[in-house]
């Protein structure tokens, strides 16, 4: 089996639909139940096996960067790289590549909650070319539609409109690369939507051959999009 130590976690980004909760913090320093979005994530990486994190930093890095130092009070290796252009989520994974040097790694949205134990399975990484987590019953036109066949994903198609296909498979905004993702990543084009989108590199993959593996999180999941997201999860504290 191989085990993935490594993980990097997308926390530039303001969150503009937060309001005046993100005037002087990255939106993934939101506090949700007593702590920050971020240490929830990295608390569960660590608690599934990983040693080191990369955080992507941008809007007020420097909050972030004070609370996790170097990682070792969260019992790991924490660094940090900033994401000047805000291009699109395709791009911003190539900054993971000297992060990476070859070896797979789990990557997350700084802004998804999930239980520790929904990173169990991604750690895994045997015989796959990649992971991704889904969430069945989800609005796949806020995000993407994963579709999905005997487990292998075999397509992806970001924000789908009215005549597009669909499917029941949303896109749950975690994922596990070997470092393969930065071939396809390079050879990006910019999407309808004007950014470099990330979904378009899975889908080229798979397009490719290459094995992704849908995986279905069982348990409770939160895009904290938005202030009506956060208080039904603080509520429930």
């Known amino acids: 089996m191989s085990q993935l130590k490594k993980a990097s976690i997308l926390a530039a980004g303001k969150g503009t639909r937060m309001r005046e909760l993100t005037d002087d913090i990255p939106k993934p320093m939101i ?7 971020l240490e929830h994530i990295v608390r569960g990486l660590v ?8 955080i992507i930093v941008g809007y007020r890095k420097e909050v972030i ?3 996790f130092g170097d990682g070792s009070k969260f019992g790991c290796e924490i660094s940090y790289v ?10 911003v994974v190539d900054l993971v590549k000297d ?12 802004d998804i909650l999930v239980p520790e134990e929904s990173y169990a399975p991604l750690v895994d990484f045997t015989d796959v070319d990649g992971k991704l987590t889904v969430k069945i019953d989800e609005d796949v036109r806020k995000g993407g539609a994963v579709f999905i066949e005997n487990g292998m994903v075999t397509d992806l198609i970001e924000k789908p409109k009215e005549g597009q296909p669909t ?38 993959q798979v397009k490719d051959g290459l094995r992704v593996e849908a995986v279905e999180l069982k348990g409770d999941w939160a895009d904290i999009r938005d202030p009506e997201v956060l208080d039904e999860l603080n509520a429930e504290s």
Not at 82 to 91: A, C, H, I, N
Not at 100 to 110: A, E, K, Q, T
Not at 172 to 199: C, H, M, N, V, W
């Open 31 to 37: 506090e949700v139940k007593g702590a920050p979005i």
């Open 47 to 54: 608690s599934n096996g990983i040693e080191k994190i990369l």
């Open 65 to 67: 960067t004070d609370y």
């Open 82 to 91: 900033e994401q000047v252009v805000q291009d699109g989520t395709g791009r």
């Open 99 to 110: 992060f990476s040097n070859g070896d797979p790694f789990i990557l997350s949205y700084g």
């Open 167 to 204: 499917s029941p498979y949303y896109n749950a905004g975690i994922y596990a690369f070997s470092a393969q993702i930065f071939d396809y990543t390079a050879k990006l084009e910019l999407s309808p939507r004007g950014e470099y989108e990330l979904t378009d590199a899975i889908a080229a």
